[in-house]
Each structure stands twice: as structure tokens, then as C-alpha cells.
T-cell receptor, first 116, second 111 residues
Framework: GAGVSQSPRYKVAKRGQDVALRCDPISGHVSLFWYQQALGQGPEFLTYFQNEAQLDKSGLPSDRFFAERPEGSVSTLKIQRTQQEDSAVYLC??????????????FGQGTRLTVV | DAKTTQPTSMDCAEGRAANLPCNHSTISGNEYVYWYRQIHSQGPQYIIHGLKNNETNEMASLIITEDRKSSTLILPHATLRDTAVYYCIVRGTGGGNKLTFGTGTQLKVEL
């Protein structure tokens, strides 16, 4: 595909349920990011991968959040024992390797998670 | 990365220029100014970026003041499809390309 693809687009989870959100980045993009966007707020950084290496996970809000990118392409964001405060849109972005200048980040449409 | 301040919302008539301001008074010498926008139910989309010179591309123009403490994004002929939240982001060359969004400006383009 031409852009970043995320699935599912919408997910409703019961509180306490585990969820997995998928991101297919643009082919050849080394860098991959996950962001969380609460209603009415701007996106907030969660974690960053360079190929399969998770170089920054400083934004993950708790140890219930886990991300992986085992083969340096598709990434999965997993949330264990979901809570109501996890309800948000989860955005994935990819880019070419950042080399100290600017590298445009391309975003997917996001997955809207609602925890009930 | 330097913090930015933007108006919460703005209105613009279709066909007129939309001028979106951003204050970044604590910006340092190696930090760039970036603009992204987010149309409802979509992911953010890159618009333009600059360091100290004014920049123009097919989407918009970016005017940065000489002291670099503020900037203005200009959409020269706004259309209804430009209705979106516009984010002004200031960041340096480190940090792995991580973007720090604020709450942005909700631009509403009306007939």
C-alpha cells in the first residue's frame, strides 16, 4: 500500500481485556512511532523503533503497554488489562531513517480504542 | 524541545488567506519549526518546516520572525478541505524525529 495502514480502525474492549493493535508502515521505512491521542488533545509520543530495535519507550504510560516490531516491519502495540483511561486513538507513524535533519513522518489513520 | 503557544481556534472565509500564529519564545538556535495538520478522523499530515528563513511549498508558506520567537503559517487561499487542527511544533535535530504536539489551533473554513 501507499501509506501507513493500521488495524483495526475501531476496537471496543471490556475493562480488563487484552488488546493488540497492528501497524503496517510504509515499505522501506526504518523508523516507526506509536502515539496516543486522547479526545480533544494532540498526539502524545509512546515509543520509537529503528528497525526491530525499540530505542525509546519513555512515553509508555505503564507496564501494561508493550510494543514490538520483531522483523523490523510490522509493529504491534499490546495493552494488557485495559482500563477506561486507555480509551484513545492510537496512531502509528513511519519514516525513513532520521539522520539529524528533518525526515517527514507519515501517519496512519489510527485505531480508536474504547474501553467499556 | 521548546514549548509553543497557539490560539485555540480560528475562523476563515473560503478563498481568503488563513494566517495561523505560533509563539515559541524559548526556541534555541538549532531548533526547527514544523507544522502538521490533522483533519477529523485522520492522522496528522506534514505541511512545512523551517529554521530561520521563510519557506513556501505547494501547500503553504511559513514566515518566521527575525528573532525566531514566533512564526505564522499562511494558507493563501483556504478551502473547506483545509478545516483541521493545525499543530506548530518546535524541535531540535536530536531525539530520533519524535514529535511533541500541543493542542493546536482548530481552523474552521466557512463559505
Amino acid at each position: 500500500g501507499a501509506g501507513v495502514s493500521q488495524s483495526p480502525r475501531y476496537k471496543v474492549a471490556k475493562r480488563g481485556q487484552d488488546v493488540a493493535l497492528r501497524c503496517d508502515p510504509i515499505s522501506g521505512h526504518v523508523s516507526l512511532f506509536w502515539y496516543q491521542q486522547a479526545l480533544g488533545q494532540g498526539p502524545e509520543f509512546l515509543t520509537y523503533f529503528q528497525n526491530e530495535a525499540q530505542l525509546d519507550k519513555s512515553g509508555l504510560p505503564s507496564d501494561r503497554f508493550f510494543a514490538e516490531r520483531p522483523e523490523g516491519s510490522v509493529s504491534t502495540l499490546k495493552i494488557q488489562r485495559t482500563q477506561q483511561e486507555d480509551s484513545a486513538v492510537y496512531l502509528c507513524a513511519s519514516s525513513l531513517l532520521f539522520r539529524g535533519g528533518y525526515t517527514e513522518a507519515f501517519f496512519g489513520q489510527g485505531t480508536r480504542l474504547t474501553v467499556v | 524541545d521548546a514549548k509553543t503557544t497557539q490560539p485555540t481556534s480560528m475562523d476563515c472565509a473560503e478563498g481568503r488567506a488563513a494566517n495561523l500564529p505560533c509563539n515559541h519564545s524559548t526556541i534555541s538556535g538549532n531548533e526547527y519549526v514544523y507544522w502538521y495538520r490533522q483533519i477529523h478522523s485522520q492522522g496528522p499530515q506534514y505541511i512545512i518546516h523551517g529554521l530561520k528563513n521563510n519557506e513556501t511549498n505547494e501547500m503553504a508558506s511559513l514566515i518566521i520572525t527575525e528573532d525566531r520567537k514566533s512564526s505564522t503559517l499562511i494558507l493563501p487561499h483556504a478551502t473547506l478541505r483545509d478545516t483541521a487542527v493545525y499543530y506548530c511544533i518546535v524541535r531540535g535535530t536530536g531525539g530520533g524525529n519524535k514529535l511533541t504536539f500541543g493542542t493546536g489551533t482548530q481552523l474552521k473554513v466557512e463559505l
